[in-house]
């Protein structure tokens, strides 16, 4: 079916730690995985993405990393500051193809502590 | 590069009311998606289009949604009938393909 399982709802962590947010999905078709970072009041921003070619994919403190076999892709935020606080998102792609219609997941809130 | 453009940025209605929203994609992007965010939820997918043809609107609410894209640019969402449970944030994308770009929103209060 079309589902993206996210976990945890709400995630809070000392400033200076590691947060860390798992999904799962359905579609083994899925070839794209992007995450979206959303502040109150304001519109989700891709953060950082990652495809089915590749097992793990940094940017600066962000990490992807994907397990096709067992359909889970999780984020990593290593040395977390205040201003990670937001509400973070999973999506895959369903049902490959040129047009490329993504699956959402629930949404995990981030807290991150002085 | 000028991001996903939307309007109006908020709207406030009465149950019965009608209202539409308006994107502007980013230049060149030729798939164009409309989402609903209810409060503290992930976007969920209404409709999307590749150029003017739609390509899935098996989520949108058909007695009461409209979406087109008549030239493959802009994009108009209309709500012929307001419910309270239209209440939401209604979010446009817009890809080349794949990496979707958010516009800022319409916050629709329905009352």
Known sequence: GEQVEQLPSILRVQEGSSASINCSYEDSASNYFPWYKQEPGENPKLIIDIRSNMERKQIQELIVLLDKKAKRFSLHITDTQPGDSAMYFCAASWRTGNTGKLIFGLGTTLQVQP | ?111
């Open chain 2, 1 to 111: 590069e000028a991001g996903v453009t939307q309007s109006p940025r908020y709207a406030v209605l009465q149950e019965g009311q009608a209202v539409s929203f308006w994107c502007d994609p980013i230049s060149g992007h030729d798939t164009l998606y409309w989402y609903q965010q209810p409060r503290d939820q992930g976007p969920q997918l209404l409709v999307y289009f590749r150029d003017e043809a739609v390509i899935d609107n098996s989520q949108l609410p058909s007695d009461r949604f409209s979406a087109v894209r008549p030239k493959g640019t802009n994009s108009t969402l209309k709500i012929q009938s307001a419910k309270q449970g239209d209440t939401a944030t209604y979010l446009c994308a817009s890809s080349r393909p794949y990496e979707q770009y958010f516009g800022p929103g319409t916050r629709l209060t329905v009352l």
